[in-house]
């Protein structure tokens, strides 16, 4: 059973950083594909940083190119989600989400965990 929880959310000024992570469970890294998305009120979900094939390298939108991170532990089940340089822009809800058929756009991927806020204020 495929199991994703988020943590690591929460509020920060402008310029601030947070670490997100997500604890998994279930299936194996090399299987699957693994990203990060967000979703702003009102807005469609969008992707922020996705690894397509199992240790691939992560692509990121463009949005937040330079500034994130997305990183894999394997011995611990987890991926992370460094956010330096926040800006008011990426408030939103940041889920992982992960699926085994990787040619599928990432919104229809088939596992997702609850998602965890992030609020950025100026």
């Known amino acids: 059973q495929v199991q994703l929880v988020e943590s690591g959310g929460g509020s920060v000024q402008a310029g601030g950083s947070l670490r997100l992570s997500c604890a998994t469970s279930g299936f194996t890294y090399s299987s699957n594909c693994m990203g990060w998305f967000r979703q702003a009120p009102g807005k469609e979900r969008e992707e922020v940083a996705v690894?397509?094939?199992?240790?691939?390298?992560?692509y990121y939108a463009d949005s937040v190119k330079d500034r994130f991170t997305f990183s894999q532990d394997n011995a611990k089940n987890m991926v992370y989600l460094q956010m330096n340089s926040l800006k008011p822009g990426d408030t939103a809800m940041y889920y992982c989400?992960?699926?085994?058929?990787?040619?599928?756009?990432?919104?229809?991927?088939?596992?997702w965990g609850q998602g965890t806020q992030v609020t950025v204020s100026s």
């Open positions: 989400a992960t699926d085994t058929n990787c040619r599928r756009p990432g919104r229809n991927w088939s596992y």
């Open positions: 690894i397509y094939v199992g240790g691939g390298k992560p």
